[in-house]
Structures are given as C-alpha cells and as structure tokens.
C-alpha cells in the first residue's frame, strides 16, 4: 500500500452523512473513509465543511484596482468601457503584474483554487497585460489555477489590429478565447471569426453577451447556431445575458431549453450586473440579473463569478465568491431549500463549465482542498463563513487564524 504523507481528519463533505478521514499520498487523495488508520502527519479539520476549493470562472484581473486613477462616474457600460480604455493604454507589465497579484492573493485567500481571466487584448493594451497575467500564472502555480481567455473588449472587426494580436496570444499560450460583439461594429462577423480561430488552436469560447436590458433581440442565438454548427457543444460559454431577466418566463425557458441543447453555459456576474442595470430616473429599477439557478432544471450549466474589482464597471469586491453566491442568493431570493444550487454554482458547476477534469474531493484528483468554517456548506453560504485552511496537493497555502472571544474574568 502507497504510503500516506498526510492525513485530515473530521472533514464535513458533501454526500457523507458523517465527518470523513482524507488521506493524501503524493499531493493526491488516495483515500476517503470514515476512520483511517495510518502513522503520518494528523490535520483535525473539526467537523469542519471541505470543498476542493471555489472555481471563478470569469474576472478581469488586468484591470482590477483602478479606482485610484479615474474620476469614477456611474454613467453605465458604455461610460466604464471608455474610461478603461483611456487607462489602458499605460498599463505595463509591472503594473497589471501588481494589481492582478493583489486580486490573486486576496481570492487564494477566501478559497478560490481555479480561475479564469479575460485579459484584453487590442492595439491599446497590446500583449503587455497578457504577459503580465501569464507571469502571474506561472507565479501563483502553487495555491491556484489561472486559465487566461484572452479577448478584444473594444470590438474586433472595426478594429485593426486586434485580430492579430488575438492569434499572437493564442500562439503564445493562451488557454481560451473570449469576444463581446455588443461592441462590434459587425458583431456577426465577430463571433464567426472566434469560432473559427477557436476551432485552429483548439480552445474553449467564452463571450461577454446581451448585456443590457432589451429582450426585444439576442446575440444568444446566433452563439448556439456557431456552437451546433462547429461542433464546439460543451466547450462555449456566456457571460451576462442580462436580458434573460427580462424576458417572459415563457420565452427564457424556451431559450435556457435551446442552450442546453447546444451546450452553451451560462455565467452570471452579480456585482458588475446588478451596478451597470441601474436606471436613472426609474422608479423601480430592474435589477438585471440571469435567474440562473431556475435554469439549472433546464439543463443550463451555470456559474456565478466575480467579474470586476474595484474598477469602473464595479466599485467593489473582494474576491469572495461565497460572499457572491449568498448576495446571488439575497438578490434572486433563492430559497434556503436551494442554497446548494448556490454552492454548486461557484464550486462543481463552473468547474464543468470550464472542462476542468480533476475537480473534486475524490480519490484520485489533488488533494485541493478549502477547510470552512461552519460545519456544511449550506451553513457556509448562509453565514458567508470564512475560509479557514487551504491546501494545494496537500501542502498548506494559507491559514486565517480564528477570531477569539475575551470575556471579563
């Protein structure tokens, strides 16, 4: 029998009805049972709820903590875009290396274990945040893993250039291929264009799309007729689609009915969609935001991710993505009896959604394990319960110490 190098003890998990014994031999869990007998290193986790670690399946790590640099004014997507786009053009790569470690730090921290970025990419920001952000991949290899999509925010076809610096990234590494062709000038062109170079370098999509508030028309399904017709079911996301809040139930059915079929996910960025849907002058506000674990009975593979940081399109965050699963959970008043939807979607769903194949607490995969604390997971997104420990193939990356009461002897 393989030797064990450490074994946790009184681990919470999902699907066992009793604290479970870990062991870990070689940074990969080799065992789950109820009681282990070995001669290793103990790690007693209390009874404490163990998860393989929060999957963010959508941030902007290139241009998080702006906020200091700009006269911020809420003016809506368009106002955010233009004002990042001023900015861009003086990043380097020391600069988006710092602000992407700062975010980067702060989410090891709160549990996070796999990421996926979108790094813009034009003649503006050149390749210079890509390297940066692929320098931080190499870097923080030991607590996380960082998938880069890079995309053109600013439009691809009315913009020269950026169809080359595109493939030279993909060239260069790139692990995923984003668009947004709500900025296109020819947005039909754009998502034909990244299907195309999705299917030569062999990468996953992932589209910023539908992003306001008329349902009145879509981009959504011209992306699952690229998909079916490519072949690229499973391996095609989208972000936003904020105008699926807008629809009649109905209409949204037959439309989550249609992803599912053609394997396009969805992922919701509550922070950035709840702040950009606002209204000026608007009595009630919509408030904007996909009502994506009602989907999930359709057969939609949805994620609820972090998005922007500190930044013009959201003026907060802190990379928690429990502390964004329960204002997901507050604002979609989703009920406690489904509070682990909430859960799967910032855990096991977005590590489908990006074809991640050893994600999970499971004999076999790395030992990547986030200790909560709360005893289940439910309690967790309730209480927005801190992260206690993280481990990366069983080594330890960080630690939170536990806050502690002192009453009056």
Known sequence: MTSIDKLFRHASLAGHAEPMDIAVSRGQIMAIERRIVADAPVVDLQGCAVLPGFVDTH?????ACLLGRCAHIHGGLDVAIRAVSQMKREFTLEDVYARGANVLEKAI???????????????????RSFEAIRALK???????????CVFPQ??????????ELLVEALEKGADA????????????????RLFDLARRFDVDLDFHLDFDLDPSWMHL???????ERQGWQGRVAVGHVTKLSMMPEAERQAMAKRMADCGVALTVLPATDLYLASQKGVNAPPRGLAPAHTLLDLGVVCSVATNNVLNPFTPF???????????YANVAQVPPAQFGRCIDMVTSLPAQLMNLPDYGVEVGNPADLVVLDAPDLTTALAEI???????RQGRMTFERQRPRLFRPS
């Not at 190499?138 to 880069?148: E, F, G, P, T, V």
């Not at 319960?385 to 481990?391: D, I, L, S, V």
């Open 177 to 192: 291929l984003g668009g947004c062709p709500y900025t296109d000038s020819d947005p039909d062109a754009q998502m034909t």
């Open 138 to 148: 190499r870097d923080y290899a030991w607590a996380i893993d960082l998938s880069i």
């Open 317 to 327: 965050g802190d990379v928690s993505l429990l502390r964004m699963a329960n204002f």
């Open 221 to 227: 399904p011209t992306i699952c007729r690229l998909t």
């Open 109 to 127: 921290q709160h549990g996070t274990t796999r990421m996926r970025t979108h790094v813009e990419v034009d003649p503006r920001a050149g390749l």
């Open 59 to 63: 941030i902007h790590l290139d241009k």
């Open 385 to 391: 319960a801190p992260a206690w420990m993280g481990f």
């Open 154 to 163: 600013e439009g691809l076809t009315n913009d020269p250039g950026a169809d």
